[in-house]
């Protein structure tokens, strides 16, 4: 079941997009996705899923990240945006209370991302588009063991939706990009 928001409305978007959340979005919010799906962009024009991040503190991003290893010759499941942003504010080395710290991603962070961001301590994660089959944001917290359900971060899903949608439209559209073609968010992404 989603986490229950604040539920001031994003720009085209309605709770109906995604279901069992409420939607939360400021105006800070959408600065800081642009950058996100800029970082998307600069993985697309490389060929790669086109998932960006931004990691913001106090209104400044301080650290990025852009998904790699989807092209056929350098495949990994390790390099997701949100892993390198994570890698990228560990080299900080900066004394940061990682609780007010917002990541914002072009796509709901996956199971593996949104643990890691968990046990990293992140307090809000902001998605654009919802990954309707690997997204992590969703998990049951209460069934989970106690060190997980008390570093449960907020959820913000759905802000500027269709600008990350088109990206990803845009990616499987190309007959280049084998990475998940036929798979079942290929096809609900060829939907929206």
């Given amino acids: 079941m989603g986490v229950a928001l604040a539920t001031t409305p994003c720009v085209n978007l309605s709770t109906a997009d995604l279901p069992g959340y409420e939607v939360d979005c400021r105006m800070d919010d959408q600065y800081f996705m642009r950058r996100a799906l800029a970082e998307a962009q600069e993985a697309l024009t490389a060929g790669e899923f086109p998932v960006g991040c931004v990691v913001v503190h106090q209104e400044r991003i301080i650290a990025s990240g852009a998904r790699s290893g989807t092209r056929a010759k350098n495949r990994n499941e390790i390099d997701h945006a949100e892993m390198v942003a ?23 962070p996956c199971l ?81």
């Fill in 112 to 192: 593996m991302c949104f643990a890691a961001l968990t046990l990293s301590r992140i307090g809000t994660v902001v998605y654009a588009y919802e990954d309707v089959m690997g997204g992590g944001t969703q998990c049951d917290f209460e069934s989970l063991p106690p060190l997980y359900r008390a570093l449960k971060p907020r959820v913000v899903g759905g802000v500027m939706r269709a600008e990350s949608v088109d990206l990803f439209q845009t990616f499987f559209a190309d007959p280049g990009n084998d990475y998940w073609q036929g798979s079942l968010l290929a096809n609900y992404t060829s939907e929206q």
């Fill in 86 to 108: 994570l890698r990228d504010l560990d080299a900080l080395d900066a004394d940061i209370r990682h609780e007010d710290l917002i990541l914002y991603s072009t796509m709901e």
